[in-house]
């Protein structure tokens, strides 16, 4: 334990510290099989990466339900899209030069167009999942209704 006092043996856990850690295990592994239970079939090598990583996230805050599979799929498609364009860039540059009867142009390579249109396909799907920390404030709770009789009812 890091702090201002010395490691001393006087550094007691809380009896219920290792319940604690044992219930996280548990849930932390029963959304692992959720997730590979919900795992679309036929999926590629790079759509899994990204399926294993966002959907375990999405299972933690409890938006990965059965229903949802084929957006959050469609997601893992387009963020590998996304990523397969964006090396594309890399590798080819975002621009090109053509001579013609206008002389000599520099237009871009159609994959900058295509990145772009799928970066706003993306991001709206991270904005219907919650997934930024703007569109996240959507999906909590914590402001109740104002129909709904709570506590301060009674106040």
Same mark, same amino acid.
């Given at each position: 334990?890091?702090?201002?006092?010395?490691?001393? $043996?006087?550094?007691?856990?809380?009896?219920?510290?290792?319940?604690?850690?044992?219930?996280?295990?548990?849930?932390?592994?029963? =959304?692992?099989?959720?997730?590979?239970?919900?795992?679309?079939?036929?999926?590629?090598?790079?759509?899994?990466?990204?399926?294993?990583?966002?959907?375990?996230?999405?299972?933690? *805050?409890?938006?990965?339900?059965?229903?949802?599979?084929?957006?959050?799929?469609? @997601?893992?498609?387009?963020?590998?899209?996304?990523?397969?364009?964006?090396?594309?860039?890399?590798? &080819?540059?975002?621009? @090109?030069? *053509?001579?013609?009867?206008?002389?000599?142009?520099?237009?871009?390579?159609?994959?900058?167009?295509?990145?772009?249109?799928? $970066?706003? !396909?993306? &991001?709206?799907?991270?904005?219907? =999942?919650?997934?930024?920390?703007?569109?996240?404030?959507? !999906? &909590?709770?914590?402001?109740?209704?104002?129909?709904?009789?709570?506590?301060?009812?009674?106040?």
């Amino acid at each position: 334990m890091a702090g201002r006092y010395p490691q001393g $043996g006087n550094v007691v856990s809380h009896p219920a510290a290792e319940q604690n850690e044992q219930a996280s295990a548990e849930k932390e592994a029963e =959304l692992k099989e959720l997730v590979k239970e919900l795992r679309p079939r036929g999926i590629t090598k790079e759509e899994r990466r990204v399926w294993d990583r966002v959907a375990l996230e999405l299972a933690k *805050v409890n938006r990965l339900k059965p229903l949802f599979v084929d957006y959050v799929y469609e @997601y893992c498609r387009t963020k590998v899209e996304m990523d397969e364009l964006r090396q594309f860039i890399v590798d &080819n540059g975002r621009t @090109y030069t *053509v001579i013609g009867r206008n002389g000599k142009q520099i237009k871009n390579h159609p994959e900058v167009g295509q990145l772009r249109e799928v $970066g706003r !396909f993306w &991001n709206s799907m991270v904005a219907q =999942l919650g997934m930024s920390p703007a569109t996240e404030l959507r !999906f &909590n709770d914590k402001q109740g209704s104002l129909f709904c009789e709570d506590d301060f009812d009674r106040l």
